[in-house]
Every structure is written in C-alpha cells, then in structure tokens.
C-alpha cells in the first residue's frame, strides 16, 4: 500500500491524461471527415457491386485524393468511379483522375483541384466484384489533405466503414454461372425456350417452389385419411335402412359433388369468415379439401360394395354372420381390393386440386409459381411446378394400372388369360353402371 | 314320432304381385335326405332360402327343431350357424385361402380358437378330399373343388341340417361326380338334407324321400321309387317325362 497522498496524485493524473485524450478525440472528430459511411447495392457475394461512399469533410479539409482501400478478395480491376460533390445545395464540378492497383485493391481518386472544406462526398465504385463468402466486411478509406501554410500535405483515414451481404444460396451461384454459358446464351435465343425453359430461371424455381409442393402434398395427405373415414361412413348411411339417415347422406354427396370445389373453397375462406369464423387457414384447407373428397370416395365404396355379389353376403349370413361381421371379414376386404385403383385416382384428382387453394393465399405449389413467374416474369416456374405435380401423379398412375391389372387377375383367376388385356384397356372389374358416376367425374374436372 | 328337425307350415311367399309360394307344408326328421324337385319356377329354391331365412316369408312359419326362425324377434343369425348351406355358385370368399374361408365363421361365429378352427377346417378338407389344395385361393381350384370347399366350410360349423341348392347346376359334368360322392358319403353318415337338385340318379339313389313341387306348391311326396316309378300325378309325369 503507498501513502495516501501519493494515491491521490495519481488518481489525479489519470484523470487529467483521460480528460487529455478525449479533447483529442474531439478535436480530431471536428476536423474530420463526418457522416462517413459505406453502402453496397446487392445483398449477396460474388458479384459486381456497386460501393457508395458517402461523407462531409471537415471545415479545414481541402481534400485532394481518396483512396479506397478494398480488402484481400476484393477484385475492383475493372471498377468505374462516379463522383458527386455538393457545396451546401450546390453541386460541384470538380474533375478528377481514378487509378485502380490491382495488386493492392486501392482504388484511388484524385481531384484536379482540392474540394472545399465542408463538402459532401457522395463517390460511387461500380464493378467491384466481391468475394463470395458473405458477412460483414470493412473498407478502409483514406483521404488526403491538402497543404496549408507550413504543415505538408496530410492523409487521415476513416476507419470502421463496414457493409455486409450475404452468401448466395447454391442455385443462384448455379444461376449466375449459367448467365456466363455459351450453350445457355444459345439455348436461350429460342425465345420458347427462353419463356418456358430458362436454366436460369428453373435452377431458381427448384428450390423456391419445393416448399410449396410440400404444401400441397401434405394438404392431401391430411385431408385423404379422413376423406376415407368419412366415405366409408357416409357409403353405410347412403345404404341404410332408415330414409332420413340415407336422404340426409344423398344430399351430402350430390350437393358436394354437384358444385365445384373452388365454389366450397370460397364458402369456407370467404363466406365463413365473413359471418366472424375463422380458422387457421391450412385447417380450413384440410377440411374442405376432405369433405369434398368425402363425398366421392362415399360414392366409389358404395358402388365397391354393392359390385360384391349378393352371394358373398348371402354365404356370410347362411354362417351365422351379423351384417356387420359379413361387412367386416367378408364385404370390406374385397371391396378395398376392388375400389383401390379408383380410390388412388380420386387420391391423384386430390392432389392436383389443391391448385385451386391458390385463389384464397394459401402458399402451395400453384401460388408459387405464380408468384414466381409475376416476379421474374418468365413462364419456367409454370414448367417447375408441372414437374413438380407429375412427380407424385406418374407413378400413381402407374401404380393404379398395374392394380388394375392385378385385381383383374386375381378375380379372373391366374390362368385367365383376358387379365392383362382388359386391365390395359381400362375394362376393369368396376367399369359396370355402378361405376358411371366416377367416370362421370374424370370428365368433369 | 320325434320333433322334426325342419318343420315348414303353410309357407307363402309373394315377390311383389308374383306369388311364388302358395302354402307349403314340409317335415324333414333327423337323418332323413330330401330331395325336392321340380321345374324351375316353382319354387324349390325360394322353400329352401326360407328356411334359413335367406327369404322372409310373406305367412305360414318356418321352425327349426323347436325355434320358430321367421317368429318377430327371432335371432335368425343365431339359427343360421345350425344350418349349413351350399349355394349353386358356390360363393367361397375369395380374398381367403380354401382354409381361411372354412375357418372363418369359425373363429368369428362359434368362437373357436384359431389352433381349433385350423384343426376342424384341415379334417373337414380332408373329408371332401382336398387337403392338398388347403392353402389355395378360389381363384385357383376348379369349380367342383370350390363346391368342396364350400360344403366343408358349412359342415366346419356342425349344423343339424344341410340345405344344397342346385350345387352342381353350375358344374362342368366331369366335376359333378365329385360332388355328389361328397353328398353321398355325407348322406351315409346320417345327416339331415334337404337337397333341391336335377341329379336324378343322385335323387334315386340317395334320397330317402323326393318331394315334387310346382306352381308354389308341393305335388307329390314319397320315396324315390314312387315318385320316380309310379308319379302319381300328371305334372310329375309330365316333368319326368321331359328329363329322362
């Protein structure tokens, strides 16, 4: 421990080399350049930018040269300089000479003439081409004073200058290397293909529409299920005993089946909201989209079980089967066999429905590309989101053609050898009267 | 005399304005194998569909031993297990082995375990000659196989009475004798039949009683050889006459 005033003298002297500094930094902050800052006009690396610096000199600042000091990885090669300065409200005509040093990255700016003190500096460095990695980057600015009286010239710097971008996502460094692509230029003197099939746009598009198409798949993977529980039920009260029960499930399906889904859309997003309901807008999506599905999927069971022959039921009842059992052990399971290519074309016909939920917001494939496309004002999204449906619909198309083939075989016998045929030529097990209202709705749609 | 195991009083039964049955009256006793024959509309089939129900009687009463099966409030599905039908198109389940469909109501129905279920369809199989094709679909046996099938999944069930309905109407002749042999072993074993059917040597040779029906009512009753031989009435006669 020292003695006491000793303490006290330094304290003292601390305070004073404190005070001493910051009047410095005042001083200086006076004198220098104010307002510097650095803007840059894109938001990702990898590219030709444009910098704009911007800064009001000081009041004994007769600038003479400014030197833009580029960090490592910054090319400004081939970069142009604009140059505005302003007096107060007047613009000044000063000339100047731009040099570039590659090997350095300094790009500097000399004035034929010294600006004025108190100048605004507005200096634009186009065609700077940036690194590719993104993040925040700082450009050092230095500036020459010009000499006064005794004091030779002087080059003071601003420092703390930063900008930042970001990294480029993959498929717009894939983009922008296509734009550099003979075959890509060629390609793209087409103008169909440059409308409908531009690389540049469709690498774009992949990733952009690829959360919409999960929309959409999953819309129709939520609302399917409950579509064939609630088919199913409605088939039984559409073949009940009890007339309310059955008119009451008539009227489901034909109102349902006899008005078009984009009309039940808006009555749920628009009429219902307007009479204060609302639901969250992908349960709204999920319900309609499974009481419209409902009601034909109602239609395809019962006329799947009604093409079981009455003997089935028969055999069952003569074992001592309850209606239920028969329907359960006897009835469903060929009835799933037999209705299984329709319901998978009632599954497809789903799908691709869920276009339609564009026309309420809600972001899905349709909406997508149509966003796509009103922004780039190219038509490739419309090709990316065709891809992307038939992604799903070709191989369940596929799929139904080949159960058709398969259930014509096994109700036909193996050794039958018209399977193969008929299935191909669409005659399947349930192409009977019963099935004229589903072939009815692959033509309406 | 002992209570008749099916017991048929003044049946009638009209499809809309077309009356098929016009009071029928039938006993068939235990053991006993009756064949009803007739030309077709006459309504042989719809007798035996009434008696266990497959029909609902427009009036008269169907009894099975002491259960009155069209009574109000009848457990039909409760009678039905005691009576084992074999259909002229056979109905097996298709979507289910020749097992499966023997094992089926068993497990379902009488509640069987599935070792049991197993066991008893494999004997029943055996029986009707078909063990080899237990684990074949319908899609995959011959129609006298299917009908094989089809009396064993009824027998599984241990019923009292056997109803068949022109079983081998839809039978390639060949296939028939196999079917009928089955009936045969089944008739020598002592059970209850009632055998609507065109096999006149099956009916002469295995009937211990043949009824003659036509125009909804029974014509003439008897024993193979009267109805056969010596018909009584013209109608017989006359049908006879036509077959043979």
């Known amino acids: ?445 | 005399m002992t209570q008749p195991v099916v017991r048929i009083v003044n049946l009638h039964k009209s499809f809309g304005s077309l009356e098929v049955l016009k009071g029928v009256n039938l006993e068939v006793q235990r053991g006993e194998v009756v064949v009803i024959l007739g030309p077709s509309g006459s309504g042989k089939s719809t007798t035996l569909r009434c008696v266990n129900h497959l029909e609902e009687p427009s009036s008269g009463e169907v009894w099975l031993q002491d259960v009155q099966i069209n009574a109000p409030g009848a457990n039909v599905n409760k009678v039905r297990e005691h009576i084992g039908m074999v259909f002229q198109s056979f109905n097996l389940f298709p979507h289910l082995t020749a097992r499966g469909n023997v094992m089926l109501a068993q497990r379902k129905v009488l509640g069987r375990t599935q070792a049991e279920a197993e066991r008893i369809a494999d004997e029943q199989l055996a029986k009707v000659g078909l063990s080899d094709r237990a684990d074949h679909y319908p899609s995959q046996l011959s129609g006298g196989q299917q009908q094989r099938v089809a009396i064993a999944r009824a027998l599984a069930m241990d019923p009292i009475v056997m109803l068949f309905d022109e079983v081998t109407s839809a039978l390639d002749p060949e296939l028939v004798r196999d079917v009928l042999e089955v009936m045969k072993e089944l008739a020598l074993a002592g059970m209850t039949m009632l055998v609507v059917t065109h096999e006149m040597g099956f009916a002469r040779e295995v009937a211990s009683r043949a009824v003659f029906m036509d125009g909804g009512v029974i014509v003439e009753e008897g024993t193979p050889e009267a109805v056969f031989d010596h018909p009584q009435n013209d109608r017989t006669k006359d049908f006879l006459g036509h077959i043979s």
């Open chain 1, 1 to 445: 421990m020292g003695h006491p005033n000793r303490r006290r003298t330094l304290r003292l002297f601390s305070l004073a080399i404190a005070g001493i500094v910051l009047t410095c930094a005042f001083a200086t902050q006076a004198i220098a350049m104010t307002g510097a800052k650095v803007t840059v006009d894109r938001d990702t690396g990898g590219q030709l930018t444009r910098f704009t610096f911007a800064a009001t000199s000081g009041q004994d600042e007769p600038v003479t040269r400014i030197d833009f000091l580029f960090p490592e990885g910054f090319d400004p090669a081939d970069a142009k300089v604009d140059v505005t300065l302003l007096e107060g409200l007047k613009r000044l005509s000063t000339s100047f000479e731009q040099s570039i040093d590659p090997q350095t990255g300094v790009v500097s700016v000399m004035f034929d003439a010294p600006v004025p003190p108190k100048s605004n500096y507005l200096i634009q460095v186009r065609d700077v081409m940036t690194p590719i990695a993104g993040g925040t980057y700082e450009l050092p600015v230095q500036y020459t004073v010009e000499a006064s009286g005794t004091s030779s010239p002087e080059v003071r710097s601003v420092s703390g200058l930063t900008f930042k971008y970001n990294t480029p996502p993959r498929e717009e460094v894939i983009s922008r290397w296509l734009d550099s692509q003979a075959w890509v230029k060629m390609w793209n003197s087409v103008k169909v293909l440059d409308l409908f099939l531009k690389p540049q746009q469709f690498v774009r598009a992949v990733p952009l529409l690829f959360a919409g198409w999960l929309m959409s798949l999953s819309l129709v993977l939520s609302a399917f299920p409950i579509s064939i529980m609630g088919g199913l039920g409605t088939a039984f009260m559409k073949m009940s005993k009890v007339p309310p029960v059955r008119w009451l499930a008539s009227i489901y399906i034909n109102v349902i089946r006899g008005t078009p889904l984009f009309l039940q859309i808006f009555v749920v997003f628009i009429g219902l909201r307007t009479t204060g309901l609302r639901f969250p807008d992908y349960l709204s999506a999920v319900v309609v989209l499974a009481f419209n599905s409902s009601a034909y999927l109602a239609e395809i069971f019962r006329a799947g079980i009604q093409s079981i022959s009455k003997g089935q039921f028969e055999a069952a009842s003569s074992l001592g089967m309850t209606y239920w059992q028969a329907m359960r052990y006897v009835i469903i399971p060929q009835t799933v066999r037999r209705v299984l290519p329709t319901m998978t074309s009632e599954f497809i016909l789903l799908f691709k429905d869920t276009a339609l939920f564009a026309a309420v917001g809600i972001f899905e494939l349709m909406l997508r590309s149509q966003n796509f496309v009103a922004r780039s004002g190219n038509l490739t999204a419309y090709v990316v989101a065709a891809l992307y449906y038939l992604i799903i619909t070709i191989p369940l198309i596929n799929l139904v053609g080949r159960l058709e083939y398969k259930l014509a075989q096994s109700e036909h016998g193996v050794t039958a050898p018209t399977g193969k045929r008929r299935a191909r030529g669409g005659v399947g097990p349930l192409s009977g009267p019963d099935f004229d209202a589903t072939a009815a709705k692959h033509e309406s749609r």
